[in-house]
């Protein structure tokens, strides 16, 4: 398999420039993209991601190389979709109705979106109503739910509860999160699952998709 | 750029209304504040903060009836816990929550409840206390968020005025001008970014924000401008950072920085009592001389912080924060914080009876002072020098890069005398955040310039006076 270093150190230091060019460069050299993928750029996140946990890289050092992996990945996306190669997982994110925090949810969009995952952010204060459209319109596996209020909680549950009622709710796993929400919390109103942190979330999205 | 000019701002501090860290207590401050129903803070006694908030629970139309119910409960049982220990006063915050800003006549008809049982404590038992009416900043509903106009600025508005009308004594804000280019600067630990969010666009918000918050109170006699928070900028920095997502010496530096945008409501009538949960209190305290509320080790219900002790070192109010109105074995959850809050206060306030408020606050220092870089720029001492550093500039930007190096210098001397111990990492992003600030222009203008393209689209300009 192909290995780019150079395209693996652009991504563990978070340059997204050098990432980019080290990606057109390998291509031009005749390298397959999915070998690209497979050999340097899931490497290298690995490695991020071992990192972050170990306490040595912090959430930006996560984000940049998220974005220069997101920067190769722009070259690689029309050429696997032209060889008929299989997407990235796609994730729907919000805040829910009511509820206008967003930085816990940003976290875990950039984090998903630096492991490889099509994030599509629908922002804060999301009624149920748009996240069903989202699922009817965008396709997606999975719905990320943020909440920080108690008082926004039981938006969960009736976006939940909107998404069975469309017919939708087979057809995606759902996601919450948040200061107040709990594992316990989840159960009860019908979730796929909850995680209290966002790398967390990252590992939870990976495990549904694989079991599903 | 056009500056916010002196003739525009009701002050301008230049110098220290607290000159030395000896005069930095707590419970005392030279301009003590007569509000409420019978309370002077500020004037030698500490007072508990009580503030409170519902449990999980969907809030319509059809469940307003049982929000009524829980603030009348909350409000019966908090004033109920507190004549039972004979506190000398106490401060009640109604925090409201987004959707009692978006319909004011919520926020407004939960104020009078409160106040009915306030005026009732007051006259039965004599409670000197306050009522303190925190309407939510809806205002980043857009993308951008639209500061100066559209509807959910005139909500916010509406409900100030509102709450103000139905029996507020002190009205406040948890302003967010700047977070949306500070969000994600923070996250991607882009430094310029953030001083440009804390030095440019938050202060002009603010200086705004509080200009109309100022000539609310000024029509309602009794109705306290009292001050705001930076808690959507330094509380997020502390929360990752307690998360290991953020280095503490950024959130102690973004700390420090967000005193600048904090004091500017000041500069534009505020005289107190800050926010509970602006840790950047004692710095605003030193400058202005006006009373600070503040929470550490009582608001663990809300929140983790590595300064339980050494935030209530120069407090005058001392809060919990925000609890739910959950059951608990000795009673529902706010009146037990409530009991908290009024033995921390007990003890300071005897402490202080006896000679000992000096002893005290350096005893609640030293226990954390050294522990994190969060506290370490929290000292009676640091604050002196941070405050310092702020007054001896002349513009908003310019004071915050000096809060900054103030931060950064004081987070040096800590490790170069082997009190402070930071990890291998922490102590690059140290250095790090240290050439940043060398390295940033002299002219906020300029730095703006900078980042367009990185933050331009993040943010609407004429929002803040910039167009």
Redesign the interface.
Known sequence: MAKSEELYNAILEGDAKRAHAATAEALAAGVVPMDLIAGSMVPAMDEVGRLFEAEEYFVPELLLAGRAMKSALELLRPLLAAAGEKMATRVVIGTVKGDLHDIGKNIVGSMLEGSGFEVIDLGTDVSPEKFVAAVEERNPQVICMSALLTVTMPAMKTTIDALTNAGVRTRVKVLIGGAPVTSQYAKEIGADGYSESASGAVGLVRGLIANA | MPETTVEESVRKYSTLAIPSQEQLLYGVCPHPLECGLGLTIGAGTVFPEVNF???????TDETWPEVVAHYEQMAEQILRRAVSLGVPGIVLEFEL???MTEKPEWGAELTAILKRHMRASHEKHKLACALRVTPTD?R??S?PPLMRSGQAWERLKRSLELCADAGADILSIESIGGKEVH??AL????FPGVVFALGVLAPRDMSWLWGQIHHICAARPGVICGGDSACGFAN?AMQ?AH?????EVLAATVRAMSAVRSLAAFEQGAVGPSKDCAYEGPVIKAITGYPISMEGKSASCAHFSPVGNIAAAMCDLWSNESV?NVRLLSGNAPEVFTELLSYDCRLMNTAAGAGGALQMRDWMTLSDEWLSPQAAVLSPKATIRIATAIVSEDSPYRQTIAAGRAAVEIMKDGVNQQKLHLSR?EQQ?LTRIDGVLESLPREGETLMHDLESQYGSLYDKAGYGLE
Not at chain 2, 53 to 59: E, H, V
């Open positions: 908030t519902l449990p999980p629970m969907n809030m929550l987004p959707p809806i980043d509903q993308k969000d994600q996250m991607y630990g882009d997020t990752l998360q290991k997502m953020l280095p739910q990492k992003w």
